[in-house]
């Protein structure tokens, strides 16, 4: 005998279920369509130019408007991921994994090409996936300020979530058992306090975020522009500002945080973190970080090697994809937004 009223854990499967049939046919055969465009067909854009606009682009969001009724609602905080490229042998590696494994539709992505590559010809053509190709010059924080400060700074009145990121990082990497998007990952721990989320925390004064990747949202990249917003001449002073950066967050009223579990282990991890740069070998209190904590691994300084070749040979051979991951993460955020509307308290469930 069926009862009369279901739990609602139930609810929310139901709700799932419905979400994924309505997605339209004609947007999963576009998504296929896309996916098997031409790689000659990426569009690389001059940030210099004043008769284009990049944040305004018609494709940007096409695949997501056309996957979910609630478009509208989530389309608001659709992110934009900036990745900072220069040619070297390492970072071409860190790339073309990044390529295969962290781009999915959830997300807006630029690729800043800093000097010659072919690494465009690697990029799938999707409508959420631009390439800029400019000089190697500024180091990357320069280069990223440059994309946001284009077209008077479109892109920052366009979106209120961001990634800053670059190639000396390989990832994601996730546990086989994970169901979370790497970006939802690093940008959930982006609120109304916290505005600067990284990898790791370096302990060499004063102790600050580093820079291979940031997390952050509308507020925190106007704090950080006037910081980055100039053309770096080496590399002491483009690391200097990845210092500076932690303490302008800090300094407007914000917190800042990074992902590595030795940091959230400690209440006080600032004042006894050793005088050091934790992302060397053997420099994480006498080990090393692993991939899971930080879901990347900076992969320039041959850190465990073997753990690195492992896991990159391991995700390869596992298929492991964003597309598919961060497709059904937006589904159960889709579920629960239904549920909250009808009334269900999904946080007891």
């Not at 999963?28 to 944040?55: C, G, H, M």
């Not at 042998?89 to 590559?117: C, P, S, W, Y």
């Not at 690697?122 to 300020?145: E, V, Y």
């Not at 051979?317 to 993460?329: L, M």
Request: charged share 20%; net charge negative.
């Amino acid at each position: 005998m069926l009862k009369s009223e279901m739990s609602p854990i139930v609810w929310v499967n139901i709700a799932i279920c419905l979400s994924v049939i309505s997605i339209n046919v004609t947007f999963l055969w576009t998504f296929i369509s896309d996916r098997k465009i031409s790689l000659q067909d990426v569009e690389s854009y001059n940030p210099n130019a004043t008769n284009a606009s990049i944040a305004n682009s018609t494709d940007w969001g096409r695949m997501y408007m056309a996957a979910t009724q609630d478009a509208t609602i989530e389309e608001e905080d659709r992110p934009l991921i900036l990745y900072a490229y220069h040619e070297t042998e390492n970072a071409r590696q860190n790339a073309l994994f990044f390529v295969k494994h962290g781009l999915h539709a959830q997300a807006d992505f630029i690729f800043i090409m800093n000097g010659e590559t072919s690494l465009g010809l690697s990029i799938p053509s999707a409508p959420n996936i631009k390439i800029i190709q400019r000089n190697n010059t500024c180091f990357d924080l320069g280069s990223h300020a440059e994309v946001l400060n284009s077209n008077n700074g479109e892109l920052v009145e366009k979106y209120k979530r961001f990634i800053l990121m670059n190639a000396s990082i390989r990832g994601p990497f996730l546990p086989t058992w994970s169901r979370e998007c790497w970006s939802d990952a690093y940008l959930g721990k982006v609120t109304d306090t916290n505005k600067l989320v990284g990898m790791t925390v370096n302990c060499i004064q004063p102790h600050h975020i580093q820079s291979m990747i940031f997390a952050t949202d509308r507020i925190g990249v106007r704090i950080l522009l006037p910081l980055i917003s100039r053309c770096f001449t080496d590399i002491l002073d483009a690391v200097s500002v990845e210092k500076e950066a932690t303490n302008a967050i800090i300094n407007a009223g914000y917190n800042a945080t990074a992902m590595m579990s030795a940091f959230a282990g400690s209440k006080n991890f600032i004042e006894t973190c050793d005088n050091n740069d934790l992302l060397f070998d053997g420099a994480y209190f006498g080990t090393n970080i692993h991939p899971y904590e930080m879901i990347f691994q900076k992969a320039n300084r041959n850190i465990a090697p073997k753990q690195l070749e492992l896991l990159t040979e391991w995700h390869e051979n596992s298929g492991y994809s964003s597309w598919d991951v961060c497709f059904k993460a937006k589904k159960r955020r889709d579920a629960v937004r239904r549920m909250k509307s009808i009334g269900f308290n999904v946080e007891e469930i």
